[in-house]
């Protein structure tokens, strides 16, 4: 026989009480129960608006190229950055503004919600009668096209030629300035010099 008296538990396996853990998980879903109760007694969730559009520009330039002198003392709304005034929080670039203020937690705090609003056949005419008559009335057609490209042309041509001919003047005035003037002979011999030592006459 081993060495070990009966009724010794040597396994050194963890026991688990059952009935303690069916009381935890019974305790648990009271809880759950209980929660879902209060929750139901809050009443009907906020009704948010659907998404809009901004009526306003966003100002990214306004501080461009300026310097500001930042202490950590400093309310939010002057640290450097750009301050959201709706959630009281500051970014650090326009990047990241744009990104915030386009974002759920921005749009919640105005209170909307992420969601469009589903535009109805009556409202899409609408909007479409509005962008026609904002068009310009002035049809183009092919024939306006064409003579379009047309005049582009020829203006690229006339260009062209203006280049060519001040080309050419440029080349003149550099040959006038390489030809010696007339200078007596007699008088380039007694200074001492024939020419500029070119063989082109």
């Not at 070990?4 to 303690?20: C, H, L, M, Q």
């Not at 535009?119 to 064409?146: G, H, M, N, Y």
């Amino acid at each position: 026989m081993s060495g070990n008296p009966a009724g010794v538990d040597n396994t050194f396996r963890r026991k688990f009480d059952k009935e303690e853990y069916l009381e935890r998980a019974r305790q648990r879903e009271r809880d759950e129960k209980d929660e879902a109760r209060r929750g139901k007694d809050r009443g009907p969730p906020v009704q948010r608006q659907p998404l809009k559009h901004r009526d306003y520009e966003v100002d990214l330039e306004s501080r461009l190229g300026k310097t500001q002198v930042v202490t950590p003392i400093a309310p939010l709304s002057q640290q450097a950055g750009y301050y959201c005034s709706v959630c009281e929080c500051v970014v650090k670039d326009s990047a990241n503004y744009l990104d915030h203020i386009n974002g759920k937690k921005h749009q919640r705090a105005l209170g909307m919600s992420m969601r469009v609003e589903r535009a109805s056949l009556e409202q899409v005419q609408k909007r479409f009668e509005s962008l026609k008559k904002r068009k310009d009335p002035a049809t183009f057609s092919e024939q306006d096209l064409d003579e379009r490209i047309f005049k582009q042309q020829q203006e690229e041509e006339e260009k062209k030629r203006q280049r060519r001919e001040k080309k050419k003047e440029k080349k003149k005035e550099q040959a006038g300035l390489n030809e010696p003037e007339d200078i007596d002979p007699d008088v380039a011999a007694m200074m001492g010099f024939g020419g500029f030592g070119t063989s082109k006459k």
